[in-house]
């Protein structure tokens, strides 16, 4: 467990600590070696989920965050935004299976069956 131990970590600060045990590895290099060494395992060990994350809180401070993390924020890949869930959008369209209104299939019977 951790060093604290009545605390559990919450993911943004699981997501701190590892960006700053990453730095704290590649303070040893020369600074621009260690910024593209951080910027690199980042971008290739962290899911988009996690860069997203990444980005959300430098964006709104970055509190917590070792200067090289910050530092290497430039090089690292900053993921698209979510796609929004999708629900209900392709309805009228065909659905696996190919039903639905785009396979030709008319609602007429299912609005009539349910009234």
């Known amino acids: 467990m951790s060093h604290n ?3 559990i970590m ?3 600060e699981k997501l701190v600590r590892m960006a700053n045990q990453i730095a704290a590895f590649f ?3 020369p600074r ?7 910027a690199e395992h980042i971008n290739k060990f962290w899911e988009p989920r996690m860069r997203r994350q990444l980005f959300e809180m430098l ?3 970055g ?3 070792n200067e090289l993390v910050v530092a290497a924020s430039a090089r690292i890949k900053r993921p698209a935004a979510p796609e929004p869930a999708d629900l209900g959008a392709d ?3 065909v659905v696996p299976g190919g039903k639905g209104p785009g396979a030709g299939e008319l609602n007429a019977g299912i609005a009539a069956s349910q009234k």
């Open 27 to 29: 303070h040893s290099k």
């Open 63 to 65: 509190e917590g965050f």
């Open 5 to 7: 131990e009545g605390h």
């Open 91 to 93: 309805a009228g369209g």
């Open 10 to 12: 919450s993911t943004s």
């Open 59 to 61: 964006d709104s401070g």
């Open 32 to 38: 621009e070696e260690g910024i593209a060494g951080v």
